[in-house]
């Protein structure tokens, strides 16, 4: 089997499309192209293509398991740090509908290198979603605040 992942743009579900057997990749996007209506996973109907709703990453092509993507890997990050402390940084239509809020709406924040952010009183540790699409940030408080200055 076969599958590239894609982000749907309405509903934000993860997707693992399957590449039907025999068929290339190309092919398959030839098939999405060509329909004309289709039944999202995330559970609507639409009387249009499905290219035109699914943000499909043909870059990559996984064998067995595709990777968890974004949305899995943020309901374990929230699940474990809580949604107030989980942030996304990255386009934001490929942002799994969850309530979270992005980096850039955290005030006086610094960049500390190699992709790490923290203010006064909070670092926002980095996690990269597993198929690299999106960065997530988890804020915790500063362990010794004050001591960077
Ligand atoms: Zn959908």
Known sequence: MKYVTAV??????????????????????????????????GRHVELSGP????????????EGEAPRGPKEFARELIKAHG?????????????????????????????????????DTHDYIRYDAPDGSIRFYVRVVKICAGARS
């Open 51 to 62: 290219l035109n709703f699914w943000n499909v990453d043909w870059s990559a092509v996984y």
């Open 83 to 119: 949604k107030e402390n989980v942030f996304y940084l990255g386009d934001k239509k490929r942002i799994p509908r969850l309530g979270l809020k992005p980096l850039q709406s955290v005030p006086d924040l610094n960049h500390l290198g190699f992709g790490e952010f923290g203010n």
């Open 8 to 41: 749907c743009r309405k509903c934000g579900e993860d997707l693992k499309l399957e590449v039907p057997k025999g068929a290339s990749v190309e092919q398959f996007k030839e098939m999405l192209e060509k329909r004309t209506s289709f039944e999202c996973p």
